[in-house]
């Protein structure tokens, strides 16, 4: 048993209903077996355990892990490719990178550099697009597991409008995902996801293909590209026949539910905002990578109004980075510069963003905050002494601006220490 003591931030109750930011400054929080037992002003709860070991962490602020759910296994080397939209970043930038997983060896370095990536920054849990090839996801997951984290990913499926290593069949997409679902979904931390790329990237049989292998599998999770682009938008429209929407070339074979997670939808109708409420699906936000492919303004608004579950995505590597504050920043940007079409956002709405919504999303109900009863999933925000965010959390004048300088200026050196189910990993 071991009490951290240390200034602590979250938010259990959702800010975009009436919640607010949680803050403690003298905290104590006791983990046993990974899991938050007791919470409270640290000198009660030391009290309550007088024999626990005491780890003081008040050189830094705790936070709950930030929960990523959109990210790209193969593309953090494809992290910077500025200057073009979307369908011509992909064939310049990200396709070419992921032929490369066709070498296990390749797959294997690459997984490690993400991995490390994606922890550095305080990511905790994430929805992983795996690789187009089987043997590439296996050792996402394989590494996945080596190294702690709560992991959902997927072997990702396409038969038509990619480079022809990046091609399946249906039959193929069902076999080798079904291999890799039966070894790996709920094994310790980490889950399946059956993961279309795209409806442009799929036929209708592809897709059915995906719906059949979450039926034979309970308790899959479906994730995939929606509305990102308008070219890409009319494209998809254009190679379904009778398709009303984007959201219902999805629809149609069932894949829109409580389980799936869309990213993007930079250019939703009400139509589908309405559908994607109804159904509990979520929707991953990216604002670096909609703002790098000039992709388009999330309309955050809209989607609030509609009721659609909303969390972030760093999009790596047409997002700029595994951050998940620089995430919460540029959505704080992109809804100012809305003006009366966004939404005005708080760091505690940030702070929600990158957390607790994402868990809840990805149904992650044991992680996303601080509270007893949930994973001890944890960050140490700790910056250098005389660096500017070292200067300003010593100045900040409330819990609220502290937080707020936090999403302003931290970056992934100033992610002290990580926690994840009570193991500590190398941040």
Not at 252 to 268: C, F
Not at 353 to 379: H, K, P
């Amino acid at each position: 048993m071991i009490i951290y003591r240390s200034r602590v931030l979250d938010t259990p109750d959702d800010p975009f209903t009436g919640g607010c930011l949680r803050s403690d400054d003298d905290a104590g929080i006791v983990v046993q077996d990974g899991v938050i037992v007791d919470r409270g002003d640290f000198r009660a709860v030391a009290g309550r355990h007088p024999a626990a070991e005491i780890h003081d962490l008040r050189d830094g602020v705790l936070l709950p892990g930030m929960v990523d759910t959109h990210v790209h296994y193969p593309q953090v080397r494809a992290i910077g490719g500025l200057g073009m939209p979307l369908l011509d970043w992909l064939q310049k930038c990200a396709l070419p990178e992921e032929c490369e997983l066709a070498d296990p060896e390749y797959a294997r370095v690459v997984a490690r550099e993400f991995l490390t990536g994606l922890t550095s920054a305080g990511t905790t849990s994430a929805l992983v697009f795996g690789s187009h090839f089987a043997d590439a996801v296996d050792i996402l997951f394989s590494e996945s597991d080596r190294v702690g984290a709560r992991v959902t990913a997927g072997l990702v499926t396409s038969d038509r409008n990619l480079p022809e290593p990046l091609l399946s069949t249906p039959e193929r997409s069902y076999d080798e995902g079904r291999k890799l679902a039966e070894r790996w979904h709920g094994h310790r931390r980490l889950r399946y996801a059956v993961t279309p790329r795209f409806s442009y990237s799929t036929t209708p049989e592809m897709l059915a293909s995906g719906a059949a292998l979450m039926q034979d599998v309970p308790g899959l999770w479906f994730t995939s590209h929606i509305n990102e682009n308008p070219a890409e938008i009319a494209a998809v429209i254009d190679q379904f026949p009778g398709a009303r929407t984007y959201l219902d070339t999805y629809h149609r074979h069932g894949l829109v539910h409580e389980r799936s997670v869309l990213a993007h939808n930079a250019h939703p109708t009400d139509t589908e905002l309405a559908l994607l409420a109804s159904t509990g699906a979520a929707v991953a936000h990216c604002p670096t990578s909609n703002s790098a492919l000039a992709s388009g303004s999330f309309p955050l608004r809209r989607h609030l109004a509609h009721g659609v579950r909303v969390a972030l995505g760093s999009d790596v590597g047409a997002g700029s980075g595994f951050s998940l504050f620089k995430e919460g920043l540029q959505a704080y940007f992109m809804q100012q510069l809305l003006m009366s079409d966004g939404v005005p956002l708080t760091a505690a709405h940030l702070l929600h963003l990158a957390t607790r919504a994402g868990a809840l999303a990805l149904g992650l109900d044991e992680v996303g905050d601080l509270s007893v009863g949930r994973q001890f999933d944890a960050i140490l925000v700790r910056p250098s002494a005389g660096q500017p965010l070292d200067v300003c959390l010593r100045r900040a004048e409330s819990a609220d601006n502290a937080l707020a300088k936090i999403f302003s200026l931290a970056t992934p050196s100033d992610v002290a220490r990580v926690w994840i189910g009570g193991d500590e990993i190398a941040a």
